[in-house]
């Protein structure tokens, strides 16, 4: 049952526009050039001197989420259909996400940590992530032919155009955002609070524009693709949580290491799904072979609504519980 609704969702072609990735690369630009402005050179300096929190947390991030996605897909396999577990892969191969750094001060975590992660992840984007949808992508693509389910034998790839991609709307906005923060220290006090706040709105404003055309074919998925999203967002949250604890690591980091994994930049996953050149349509939405990636969109897109919902209502838990280490 869930497997044949899950299996037409693959074939839905969704109205998205012909400019939305563009605008969405924009969007995502101007969010990071924002994140930016609040990261300090001598912050970081001062996290990694004691590197232990921040080693913990880009390890369960790089490497611990995507290798526990890859099970959940491979332990889901007769339930998910082979686009919308690429579409979780993807998700678990994108770094730490845009809104994290306010929700660990929200969660009065350490928020040095979470601003050093998401800067040290976000620059490491360009090798990381292109690099972990190949592997784990390809190796559920492998353990999914086993069993008859899929129809693309292998995964390309394009790393060049994922690196142009993630190197132009992530690491040059962090780098002009910190050269700006340097350089007009009075003019970033002033603008860095409303200019992180309004581009994070646009970011959600863009992703509902998305579905808004798509609503009466989304209401028809809205359970399944919930629960999908729900488990392994919880999943992601529960990792960070449970490695950070294991390391006995302060709870403030706890709590910022946490909410880093569960927190991932969906965008940027909609954005090289949107990028003709990463993800071609001929081979990615072509009707006429049947491969098509509606269920890797509806999956990316909907995390990034889901893990606003799920952060705030785990960074104000966190909140009202005092820290006592």
Not at 122 to 133: C, D, G, K, Q
Request: with cysteine; glycine share 8%.
């Amino acid at each position: 049952m869930i497997r044949e609704q899950l299996a037409s969702l693959d074939a839905v072609n969704l109205n998205l526009g012909s400019g939305t990735g563009v605008i969405m690369s924009i969007v995502l630009a101007l969010i990071m050039f924002g994140i930016a402005l609040g990261i300090d050179a001598s912050t970081l300096k001062n996290i990694f001197i004691k590197p232990k929190s921040i080693l913990t947390g880009l390890a369960l991030q790089w490497f611990g989420l995507p290798l526990v996605t890859f099970i959940l897909v491979m332990i889901f396999n007769p339930m998910l259909t082979p686009m919308v577990s690429l579409g979780m892969l993807l998700v678990a191969s994108c770094p730490g996400g845009n809104i994290s750094n306010f929700m660990s001060s929200f969660s009065k975590g350490n928020v040095e940590l979470s601003v050093s992660m998401t800067a040290v992840s976000t620059v490491a984007a360009p090798f990381i992530t292109p690099f972990n949808f190949w592997l784990w992508g390809n190796l559920y693509l492998k353990f999914a032919s086993l069993r008859g389910t899929l129809t693309i034998p292998h995964l390309e790839i394009p790393f060049t155009e994922i690196f142009k991609t993630v190197f132009i709307i992530l690491a040059i906005p962090i780098i002009l955002g910190m050269l700006f923060a340097h350089y007009f220290p009075k003019a970033t006090d002033k603008i860095k609070k409303p200019f992180s706040i309004f581009s994070i709105v646009v970011f959600i404003v863009m992703v509902l524009g998305m579905f808004i055309p798509n609503w009466k074919l989304f209401v028809g998925y809205i359970i399944f693709i919930f629960i999908i999203v729900l488990v392994h967002n919880a999943t992601a949250f529960s990792l960070g949580f449970s490695g950070a604890s294991l390391m006995k690591l302060p709870k403030r980091d706890r709590r910022s290491i946490t909410i880093e994994v569960g927190i991932q930049n969906s965008g940027l996953g909609l954005t090289m799904l949107l990028n003709p050149a990463i993800f071609n349509p001929e081979i990615w939405n072509n009707p006429a072979t049947g491969v098509m990636y509606g269920g890797m969109l509806f999956v990316t897109a909907w995390w990034g609504i889901w893990h606003i919902i799920s952060g705030l209502t785990l960074a104000s838990m966190f909140r009202r519980k005092e820290i006592v280490d």
